[in-house]
């Protein structure tokens, strides 16, 4: 048999590779501003559109699916000719996913600034995006796959494994957690309501950690880090044991992040107990690729590219103890809604994903481009000054968690609220916040120095977009061969392969998802609580297009320290109009659960325009431009309309005259202001918000009203 | 302490139990699956990544 000759695609490597860095510099640039906001209100830049609310979400959906998305592509892009001996399936598909991705990364930059967004965290962009995203993953896929078909090797190597799993489960999370109901070009409705949402989203949200920022990061670790100690990985039946136990887990742990809501009890348990067993086969990972290692740690002594591996892995291990940990009820009680959970994604993102990246960017760039790295010197200067901004980063903010987290549970000897205030809270914490921002800076200082190092490197080298390759044609299946482990068998066919996986995440997700979705006892509903009127639906979508719900949560926990400071815990049965759920993950200014009633339309209104007005040293922006913008009623015919196809119980026709009673609502509340000196026109956003935030958990109250 | 952990896990106690029988059954799968892998193919699969046909010669750009 002749061997045959091919050539491995670089060209698209190298594009992907550029995509990375660009988009990793503005995603880190985004998150250093908001950072900032947090602590200076005024480097929102005084308009709407560079807004903490909406300029957080693209911070993460640039830094998740731009920098760590396109850094994936390129790692799996070059891996999968490699460990296949083939070339990619179709230099088109190649093409067209490149450039597709880079098209919806840019919509993300356009659209989440303009406020057009779902408010489901990591899945916020609307659905027009949502199908773009679901094309040029099939795409993705298919071009994987051809790749896999026409392959030269028989067997395929455990990191293709990873990227097999995350394809399927990604297009299967991604397909759930964007049911919508468009209701215009760029707005829909989920089609959940409530508790159902908060499931379905997280999820979602807990499993793109997983199948996106985890799974393709373990097949490049699984691939890379081989090559660049030059020894095979510590334990290839380790590997296969940690790949099944990972994706049988992951899917399960969702849950934790909705400890102490009002999601079903078991529900909660189940994601607490599956979160505890992740740590077995996330060490597992870990200790595979730093084993990887033994005998060669003289290597890391000079190697700055493994050096990068090895701090990489070590937050990867720590971030996988600590989220275990953090799912613990009692731990969660604390850590849950503060700062603590900002510190543990970011040792995993800046740790590992970040990492990670820069070890590939760094190992593959000279390959590709037939030279050597421009500057030895600037890459240990990239990495020590990265692993200073991960510590600067990180310690202020486990600093702040805990002190926040403790503080809003403190009670004085005779058994009152000790700082009733939230915003004392936030104030302590503040030069905590100005640390994080330093330790920010640092990182993505040297991620510049690293653009500017891997540049110099192109320069001086000559890109071989077409590298010659030779390898052996694979022969047919002799029938008569020696009998084999089915494993083996599996690992030589794809399709089953991606079935398995599919059928290892399915376990999880229906057992956890389906009884909450289907059983309605487990969502005991309460006479009391009424569809939003109009102007307050209106008024919520505000609510969302501001992004309100990335500071404020709205479930109060059925803590002590709660209930006194917020008022009565949150019940299922509240929110089963909410589509979408608004619970938030992340408490920088106060929970609103309860805010209707608790202010009067003047304060909201003040405070709205200028939250210093009313509480001195607020960190919040102003959103003075809710006061000059006017409220497009011409949408709430369609909106009603939607919403009742939810099922949400407006009577039929309600939709023509609903612009009369939110006409006649705006009234109330201008006339309402007016009396306290302030003069506004009854069509201005601010009406519906002061409509919406008044109306909060006011349901329970009326209930409780009428009877007594 | 674990005590503590325990008893506040509550609501459908089959469900956990469920759960956790269906991971132990897939683990112990997997586990006898490993069992009976052959030393030849295991070796063959591991050195996979430093097999590439061509391009080796490449390895020697130590950073």
């Not at chain 1, 994706?247 to 399960?252: A, C, H, K, S």
């Not at chain 2, 897939?26 to 046909?53: C, E, T």
């Amino acid at each position: 048999m002749q061997p045959e000759n091919f050539y491995y695609d670089n060209k698209i490597v190298r594009n992907f590779g550029i995509a990375t860095v660009i988009w990793g510099i503005i995603g880190m640039t985004v998150g250093l501003i908001v950072a900032i906001q947090l602590y200076s209100p005024g480097m929102n830049m005084g308009n709407q559109y560079t807004t903490f609310g909406r300029i957080r979400p693209l911070h993460t959906n640039a830094v998740i699916f731009a920098f760590v998305g396109n850094a994936i592509f390129m790692g799996v892009y070059y891996s999968l000719q490699r460990l296949l001996k083939a070339r990619m399936f179709s230099d088109a598909l190649s093409q067209i996913h490149f450039w597709g991705w880079q098209l919806i990364i840019v919509s993300a930059v356009i659209t989440l600034p303009l406020g057009l967004t779902t408010s489901h965290e990591y899945a916020e962009l609307e659905w027009p995006i949502d199908i773009a995203i679901t094309l040029i993953w099939v795409v993705f896929g298919i071009n994987m796959f051809g790749t896999i078909f026409k392959r030269r090797e028989r067997h395929l190597y455990v990191a293709i494994w990873f990227y097999i799993a995350t394809f399927v489960t990604i297009a299967v999370l991604h397909i759930v957690n964007s049911f919508e109901l468009p209701v215009s070009a760029f707005k829909s409705y989920m089609v959940y309501a409530g508790v159902q949402d908060a499931l379905v989203q997280w999820w979602y949200g807990h499993n793109a950690v997983a199948f996106f920022l985890t799974t393709p990061y373990l097949g490049m670790m699984y691939y890379f880090l081989p090559k660049m100690a030059n020894r095979p990985i510590y334990s290839y039946k380790l590997s296969i044991l940690h790949f099944w136990a990972l994706i049988f887990i992951y899917i399960w742990a969702g849950p934790h992040h909705l400890l102490y809501t009002t999601l079903p009890g078991w529900a909660q348990s189940l994601g607490v107990a599956f979160s505890i067993m992740l740590l077995a086969p996330s060490w597992g990972g870990m200790i595979n690729g730093l084993l990887t290692l033994r005998g060669a740690w003289d290597k890391v002594r000079d190697d700055v590219i493994l050096k990068f591996m090895v701090v990489g892995l070590t937050a990867y291990g720590m971030a996988t103890f600590e989220g275990p940990m953090l799912s613990l009820k009692q731990v969660n009680a604390i850590g849950h809604f503060t700062d603590w959970i900002i510190a543990h994604v970011h040792v995993g993102a800046l740790g590992w994903n970040g990492f990670l990246t820069f070890a590939i960017l760094y190992w593959l760039i000279p390959r590709i481009y037939k030279t050597q790295l421009y500057s030895k010197k600037m890459a240990s200067f990239h990495f020590w000054i990265g692993t200073l901004g991960i510590l600067f980063y990180a310690i202020p903010m486990y600093w702040a968690g805990f002190t926040q987290g403790l503080m809003l549970k403190e009670f004085t000897p005779e058994g009152i609220l000790k700082y009733p205030a939230f915003l004392e809270t936030t104030m302590r914490i503040l030069p905590m916040h100005v640390m994080r921002s330093v330790g920010g800076g640092l990182y993505l200082l040297g991620v510049i120095v690293m653009a500017y190092n891997l540049c110099r490197t192109a320069l001086q080298g000559k890109l071989v977009a077409n590298e010659p390759a030779q390898a052996m044609p694979l022969p047919a299946l002799s029938t008569t061969g020696h009998e084999e482990t089915w494993h083996r068998v599996l690992e030589r066919r794809p399709i089953q392969m991606m079935i398995a996986a599919l059928l290892v995440i399915l376990v999880g997700t229906f057992i956890e998802l389906m009884p909450t979705l289907t059983i309605s006892s487990n969502i005991p509903t309460i006479a009391a609580v009424k569809p939003y009127t109009p102007l307050e639906l209106q008024g919520r979508d505000l609510y969302i297009r501001e992004g309100c719900s990335n500071c404020h949560s709205q479930t109060v926990r059925p803590f002590r320290s709660e209930t006194e400071r917020y008022g009565e815990y949150s019940k299922a049965g509240e929110f089963v109009y909410d589509h979408p759920f608004l619970w938030g993950s992340k408490r920088t200014g106060p929970d609103l659960a309860r805010e209707g009633g608790k202010y009067g339309n003047a304060w909201h209104y003040n405070h709205l325009m200028d939250p210093r007005l009313m509480s001195p040293g607020s960190i919040m922006p102003n959103y003075d431009w809710l006061l000059t913008q006017n409220l497009d009623t011409a949408t709430t015919a369609a909106k009603i309309k939607a919403m009742r196809t939810l099922g949400v119980p407006y009577p039929e026709g309600y939709e023509k005259i609903a612009n009369n009673d939110l006409s006649k609502q705006e009234k109330e509340i201008a006339d309402n202001l007016y009396n306290d000196h302030i003069k506004v026109k009854n069509n201005k956003e601010i009406v519906a918000l002061i409509a919406y935030l008044q109306r909060l958990g006011t349901d329970i109250k009326a209930s409780k009203t009428a009877a007594k | 302490m674990f005590k503590q952990f325990t008893e506040h896990i509550s609501g459908a106690q089959g469900y956990l139990l469920f759960s956790l029988g269906i991971f132990l059954v897939f683990f112990i799968v997997v586990a006898i699956l490993l069992f009976r892998l052959r030393k030849q193919h295991v070796d063959h699969m591991r050195n996979l990544p430093l097999k590439d046909s061509h391009g080796e010669s490449l390895n020697s750009y130590n950073l």
